[in-house]
């Protein structure tokens, strides 16, 4: 979790919409540049499971994946600038620093 500085974010980078997992060892078990609720459920019950096999001793071994993920080149309508109003104006910075100024 970050703290409202994101220290975290930058210590990982600092695109918009980062998201990262970390194991209780501190080992990145995930990250991707644009946060996808459906993914970060899916690898936070992967890694339940494999807790509760591992606590079963069931041996379990860890396993690289990597793919490509489309997302809307633009927002539809205002939902574009009400993220970014929500965000506040340093995730604002943040994205124009990036990707140049929106438009």
Known sequence: MDDLDGTMHRAYGTLPNMVYILDREGR????AMWTDHADVAATLA???WAEEQQAQGIRVKT???????????SYEGDLRERVFDRAGPQASRDYDAMFGARS
């Not at 990145?28 to 990250?31: A, F, I, L, R």
């Not at 994946?65 to 489309?70: G, L």
């Open 63 to 73: 396993s690289y994946v990597e793919r490509h993920a489309f997302i809307p080149a």
């Open 28 to 31: 990145v078990v995930y990250k």
């Open 46 to 48: 992967n890694i339940v």
